[in-house]
């Protein structure tokens, strides 16, 4: 878990230095071929406006997600990703 920690506050450090909010932030997942999975990433970002592309992997397999959001601090940014993790089966990238 100090792993995750570590990863989160380097990220936020990463963006606060790179990233002038509010600003269009781009998320990438990707799911295994599953309805429930997919539709959990949607509705993780259902009402915040966000525009999501979905595409399936060369054998059927995974989908590929990925999701435009204005977001207005880096801080919000890691508290999607702190909730994408909780989805069995995902890859954030």
């Not at 995750?4 to 990438?28: E, G, R, S």
Request: proline residues 2%.
């Amino acid at each position: 878990m100090s792993n995750n920690k570590d990863f989160y506050a380097n990220l936020k450090v990463q963006l606060d230095d790179t990233t002038i909010f509010p600003a269009d932030y781009m998320y990438k997942f990707i799911v295994p071929t599953d309805f429930n999975q997919v539709q959990e990433v949607e509705e993780l970002f259902n009402n915040s406006g966000a525009i999501i592309n979905k595409k399936k992997s060369k054998t059927g397999k995974y989908i590929s997600v990925s999701i435009v959001l204005k977001i207005e601090s880096s801080t919000k940014v890691i508290s999607y990703y702190k909730k994408a993790q909780k989805i069995k089966g995902i890859i954030s990238l």
